[in-house]
């Protein structure tokens, strides 16, 4: 499973990156596999029940949102799917 992941974390920077040269757009709303990614990031090792999906679930989003520091610090210095 850490293969696993880890893999689709580095094709989602990837395919992420390349989409957003595509149509020229700094983090579309539309390329949502970086946060797929996340999510499985953030929820690994955890037991998947519906209670801690659920609850994982509003977690990332509420904190992919507000951006807490280094999130924020990092958001600024990685673009393009890659360090700047």
């Given at each position: 499973?850490?293969?696993a992941a880890v893999g689709f974390v580095l094709f989602a920077v990837w395919i992420a990156g390349k989409a957003e040269r595509l149509i020229s757009i700094k983090d579309a709303p539309c390329i949502v596999?970086?946060?797929m990614a996340g999510i499985m990031v953030a929820m690994f090792g955890v037991p998947l029940t519906p209670l801690n999906l659920t609850a994982g679930f509003i977690a990332f989003r509420v904190l992919d949102i507000i951006k807490p520091f280094p999130a924020r610090y990092m958001d600024a210095k990685v673009s393009g799917?890659?360090?700047s």
């Open positions: 499973m850490v293969v596999i970086d946060e799917g890659g360090v």
